[in-house]
Nanobody
Framework: QVQLVESGGGLVQTGGSLRLSCITSGRTFSYYGMGWFRQAPGKERELVAAISRSGGDIAYADSVKGRFEISRDNAKNTVFLQMNSLKAEDTAVYYC???????????????????WGQGTQVTVSS
C-alpha cells in the first residue's frame, strides 16, 4: 500500500507555469511506476505523463509534449510535474497515481494504476 498527496495546483494565466508535487508514504517509493493523470469536467481521466521506477523511462500525452516534464526523487519519495506554457485546455483536476506492476513501455491506462491521490485543481485563465 502507498498513500499519495498532491500539492501545487492553483490559478494561473495562459502561458504561465506551475509545478505539481506528489509525496508518498507507505511501501518503498522506488517500487512503483508513477503517473500524473488529469480529468476535466465532463471528460474521461487521461494520462498526462508517466515515469518508470528509476526515472529512466518517461512517456507523455501528445497534448503536453514539449511543455510538461515529469521527474521523481526516490530519496524524497516524491514525483513532480513541471507544467510550462499552460493553456486553457490544461484546466483540470490533476491526480498522482502509483503503478505496482510497471512495464516498458509504461502503462497509460487508468486501471493499471492501483493507488491514487485526492487530486489538485489546476485552472488556467485565458
Amino acid at each position: 500500500q502507498v498513500q499519495l498527496v498532491e500539492s501545487g495546483g492553483g490559478l494561473v494565466q495562459t502561458g504561465g507555469s506551475l509545478r505539481l508535487s506528489c509525496i508518498t508514504s507507505g511501501r518503498t517509493f522506488s517500487y512503483y511506476g508513477m503517473g500524473w493523470f488529469r480529468q476535466a469536467p465532463g471528460k474521461e481521466r487521461e494520462l498526462v505523463a508517466a515515469i518508470s521506477r528509476s526515472g529512466g523511462d518517461i512517456a507523455y500525452a501528445d497534448s503536453v509534449k514539449g511543455r510538461f516534464e515529469i521527474s521523481r526523487d526516490n530519496a524524497k519519495n516524491t514525483v513532480f510535474l513541471q507544467m510550462n506554457s499552460l493553456k486553457a485546455e490544461d484546466t483540470a483536476v490533476y491526480y498522482c497515481a502509483a503503478d505496482p506492476r510497471p512495464t516498458i513501455p509504461l502503462h497509460r491506462r487508468r486501471y493499471e494504476y492501483d493507488f491514487w491521490g485526492q487530486g489538485t485543481q489546476v485552472t488556467v485563465s485565458s
